[in-house]
């Protein structure tokens, strides 16, 4: 089993014919991944990797059936994209696209939620579960079936987590990025609920950083309502106050989302948290010989 | 991107947010000249950081030479760690009242936020909670008339008031500003209210560098240094940081982690480079060179390639070497997309990669303390 | 039984110290209906008929629980009114405003579907479950609990309808003016399904007019999918062609929406059509009389 | 309310849409020397009705001279009833393709809706469904490019090609036109493909009668008689009819069935004239005064108080006898919110109101026949 998506889901690549998309709808192939469409305005009528091309979203679902989309345009064409899929009755779009206008993003998550659609992004890796779909851009050899469910902000830093943990044995059952954007359509409380109904993830991973307080939220709901266990990496430990290091959400502002009140709630909440990525495995070996040890 | 005060003050106006007589200054004279017509002045640094008033970066003056007297000493003084190349020349405001108005985006809601006191003038988080109205704003209907007599209502305001009819004139302006201009803040504290008009004293403008693009007309503000400046160019985020280890990684969360890592062994990172996003190997190789232009001890390069390809990465670090001699040691970690060929163009160069993080963190450490 | 609104229906009055607000206020107080609250902004702490008023719906909503709010604020201010409304979680709105910009009502409507929220009028009379709640302008003596349910474009024409019911000695389980507008929150398909689950509603009444297609639509409806007994009356049938009869509904155009094509249609779905007003009670005996037989 | 084409092309070209070169000219002279500078010319009729090509509204002129005389016949002619005031002179087209495009309000999806078709030129209804497109747009988000594509889509347009980019530019600005302007139908039908370029060859624009308190620049035209002006600016529906019964109702629909129920029996109704809405009785009379302007033989007064209420109306109709003396009988049919007030108002002037709408209306059938 796997949250969001599993062996079943077709999935279309809008801005397929791009370098990023066609590249990448050739990986997703090649994990396994049905990719069944492609979208492309005026492109309509081509094969990439033979997969159809199709001028709009509207004409690829009336030729088949779609459950998820994942979207490579350009940041400035992205908004509409993304309007496109939720209009065509997509309620699963990964918007990999990085330096979209945050009111844009704002517009893509307030039309997501008329049309009840979840959004993966933007400026995230996608997500993956293992061995069944891939929706993503993520590199295909580090994700190997498993129980352990990985959640994570940063995309290079959680395929250096999944990487550790197959290292050390352990496969992944979904590994989904948040993106590392201010405004992203899903937070660590929603993926956690998902793995927490999902009876074949055994663990959790959850790779944090500095900025923003969804880790907070995360501890807290990791405290009130999950069963689960959870082990955690944070990234940002030492970052300089006040200098920002790349992603929106990680600025560091008036003392809220530092690392040591992630750190802190994290704990408070009985979740482990790894100095060093390679350190993960090790505690996540701790925390299930404990369970099974119970 | 922030903007000075006075920055942001024209953009106020250009949307018909009532703001104080004045002009900027970038000598005494013009200090001293733009009071001539005010009478008596106030004369404020133009710095982009808070806490400018404590620091004594505000004075006022009740003649031109008084003005002129203020402006010399505060021109070219530092605030924070800002010098000040700028003062703000502006008429002294009868205040009544202080408020304080803002709007930003809530990443938690995902929508414009918009937040408002009757306690202005102090930092907001020291207001306590019951004189902060906090409101959402639905981004798809905007700032609609009834949000603005919600916020009234609950800021306990007359309505009758006039103050009150050109506070929602400005609530409802502000947000038309905030969302025309791609804005990620926009902080009107105080916001007054001095001879029954109400008056933006202040103004914190920061836009979007996303959106920069479709905002040209916005002018821009350097608030990097010579190399940040050289990586922006590259679409790549750059911090300087202290250490004399340069650091190349892909992702914000990777190049977050590297410094840690290096940190936790010990070592000193000059900077933060994030060079993710699918740059291809010319812009790689770009930012290389500006990596060694700090002069750095040890160059380490963590790469997991997923979007970026290693086989660019690895192009990008041959040529470079292929181009000038490079004296200082270079660690270079690669896996993900493309690997196997990125380590074959490497060891056509005779050089070779790490596969774990750790390990090449550890050895560069150990280069740099030689 | 009644549909939509019940003698638990708590109501709150938008625009309540306007002239038309304030009277109709008192009136639907006299009739029995809950009116708990009124909003005028600026007019906060004020009673009227000694319901207390409120400077936002926000306020109100959180002393009184409110289930369906009246809005009598001037067109150029009624999409506020109602979008206030929604926001605040009020699931029925009527709207009495007329010359409302059929723009602003097209909005209204969208967002009353975001919102869940059903929405009758604008340009409408109200609705009125006989003897327990009117929300509306309607005279509250002809208004006398029984089991026919009516519906409606036109308020007056209505009346008239009810008028001769009553006179025939027929009560009125619910009444529902859908508005004389292009563009109105219920049609008459929305109104027959909510009648044909009503178990006390024995038979409807429905008063079409000349212009659109929504009689059209619920001849279609009453044929595929109604076992109650629907009759009808019609109004336009002298209006000369391409002549505006006051409502932009009822415009004819193009051969559309004329009294024929409704009438034909009506007929072909078993209903019957009065020639004349007064004439509907008869209809309405003999289709009750054929069903008793039955 | 309806422009004429004229109007509408201005409105388009405001709106950045194409439109052919071109003046509008009120005399044969005036036709004549806007031909000059266009060598030859269409002269059009503008009239606000459609089929004026087949009525012979539409001219055309290789020469000043030629226009000049076009002009001539055609000012002054009458199609379909409309009197030709003004002709718009526009440059002749060399097209190759004719399109249709329109937007308006589709009442049962309760939003706009674009139409458009590839078979452009002839009556939309004539054009087989499947040349036609049909797009019910979004009012809140609005013309989105992803919608204008599935448009471009389903016309199976090329993509590539240039009047493709030109048609979405059009659809974009039309849309931002009928939704800036609030408008009930924009349509251009023929959108012609010509030398490459795409115009609009014709404008048919209906804008909302109820936003024109907002739409203030817009021009105003009058389509109403003498008569229906002034009942539109005692803000009544009024539409002349050709018979001698007077009519008062209130409400559209009842308005109606009055009319209905006169013809019923007999009666021909010399008005349609709707005085719902709660009309105060200072204008209840004006309007009283506005019906026995046609010189009607009997007046019918046909009130089920609702919103208008029944004391407003007896007010007016005292009102009205008191002042001026009427030859004609007025028959009253008073129910409804206030009945006992406005029976006990008219009783004191010693009239009589019936009960039911049927009996009243035989009543004054019966008295236009004598």
Redesign the interface.
């Known amino acids: 089993m796997a949250i969001y998506v599993d062996g079943d889901t077709q999935v279309l690549v809008q801005g397929i014919t791009g370098k990023?998309g066609s590249f990448?709808a050739g990986?997703m192939l090649a994990y396994g991944t049905k990719v069944v469409a492609g979208v492309s305005p005026g492109k309509g009528g081509q094969k990439v990797h033979d997969i159809p091309v199709y001028d709009t979203v509207q004409a690829a679902c009336a030729e088949h059936s779609i459950h998820a989309s994942i979207i490579f345009v350009p940041?400035?064409f992205a908004k509409d994209a993304a309007l496109e899929a939720f209009h065509s009755g997509i309620k699963l779009v990964a918007v990999?696209t990085?330096?979209?206008?945050?009111?844009d993003?704002?517009?893509i998550?307030?039309?997501a939620k008329?049309h009840g659609a979840t959004v993966v992004g933007p400026n995230t890796?996608g997500l993956v579960s293992s061995g069944l779909c891939k929706i993503g851009?993520?590199?295909n050899n580090?994700f190997k079936p498993g129980k352990i469910g990985v959640v994570?902000?940063?995309?290079?830093?959680?395929?250096?987590i999944v990487?550790n943990l197959l290292e050390a044995g352990y496969g992944t059952s979904t590994v989904v990025g948040l993106g590392?954007d201010?405004?992203v359509g899903l937070?660590f409380v929603d993926v956690l609920q998902e793995f927490e109904k999902d009876a074949e993830t055994e663990a959790i991973v959850m790779?944090g950083?500095?900025g923003?307080?969804?880790e907070e939220?995360a501890a807290e709901f990791i405290k009130s309502s999950m069963d689960t266990p959870v082990v955690a990496?944070l990234?940002?430990?030492?970052?300089?106050e006040g200098?920002?290091?790349?992603?929106?959400?990680?600025i560091i502002e008036?003392g809220k989302g530092t690392f040591a009140s992630k750190e802190s709630a994290l704990k408070n909440a009985g979740v482990p948290v790894a100095?060093?990525?390679?350190e993960v495995p090790k505690l996540l070996e701790e925390i299930l010989t404990g369970r099974r040890g119970k | 991107m922030k903007y000075f005060e006075y920055m942001g003050k024209s953009l106020f106006k250009e949307y018909g947010i009532p703001v104080p007589d004045g002009a900027v200054a970038e000598t005494p004279d013009e200090a001293a000249e733009i009071t001539k017509k005010l009478g008596s002045a106030v004369i404020k640094s133009q710095v982009l950081t808070g806490g400018r008033g404590k620091a004594g970066g505000v004075k006022f003056a009740d003649s031109p030479e008084e003005a002129g007297k203020a402006a010399e000493e505060l021109l070219g003084q530092e605030i924070k760690g800002y010098k000040v190349e700028r003062v703000l020349v502006e008429e002294k405001l009868n205040i009544e009242k202080e408020l304080y108005l803002a709007i930003t985006?809530d990443?938690?809601k995902?929508?414009?936020v918009l937040i408002a006191s009757t306690k202005g003038g102090m930092d907001i988080?020291e207001v306590p909670e019951e004189y902060i109205v906090k409101k959402n704003i639905?981004?798809?209907?905007g700032m609609?008339?009834?949000?603005i007599?919600?916020i009234?209502?609950e800021l306990g305001f007359d309505?009758?008031a006039e103050t009150s009819k050109q506070f929602m004139k400005i609530v409802s302006k502000l947000y038309q500003a905030f969302?025309a201009l791609?804005a990620?803040l926009m902080e009107i504290n105080p916001l007054v209210i001095a001879d029954g008009q109400v008056i933006a004293a202040d103004a914190k403008v920061t836009i979007?560098d996303?959106?920069r693009?479709?905002q040209k007309d916005l002018p821009y503000v350097e608030e990097k240094t010579v190399i940040e400046k050289k990586a922006a160019e590259l679409g790549l985020?750059y911090?300087e940081?202290e250490g004399d280890i340069a650091v190349m990684?892909?992702?914000?969360?990777?190049?977050?982690?590297t410094?840690?890592?290096?940190?936790?062994y010990g070592g000193k990172?000059a900077n933060?480079l994030?060079a993710?996003?699918?740059a291809g190997s010319e812009t790689m190789a770009r930012a290389i060179e500006l990596l060694l232009e700090k002069k750095p001890r040890v160059i380490f390069i963590n790469?997991?390639?997923?979007?970026?390809r290693c086989d660019d990465v690895a192009n990008a670090i041959t040529q470079v070497l292929g181009q000038q001699k490079i004296e200082i040691p270079v660690v270079i970690r690669l896996?993900?997309?493309n690997?196997e060929e990125g380590r074959r163009i490497l060891e056509a160069q005779s050089l070779s990669a790490y596969n774990?993080?750790?390990e090449a963190a550890q050895k560069a450490v150990e280069l740099a303390r030689k």
């Open positions: 990023q990448h990986q940041a400035a990999i990085e330096h979209i206008p945050v009111h993003a704002m517009e998550m307030a039309q008329i890796y851009i993520m590199p580090f994570a902000r940063s995309g290079t830093l959680s395929y250096e990487g590392g201010r405004i937070s790779v950083e500095i923003g307080n969804a939220e990496y990234a940002g430990k030492s970052a300089p200098k920002r290091m790349g992603h929106a959400g990680a008036r100095d060093l990525p390679f | 985006i990443s938690t995902k929508s414009p988080e639905d981004v798809l209907t609609e008339p009834f949000v007599r919600e009234v209502s309505f009758k969302r791609d990620e979007d996303c959106a693009y479709r985020a911090v940081l990684a892909n992702g914000a969360g990777m190049s977050m982690a410094l840690d890592i290096l940190q936790y990172p933060f994030d993710g996003g699918g790469i997991f390639g997923g979007i970026t896996v993900g997309t690997e774990l993080m750790h």
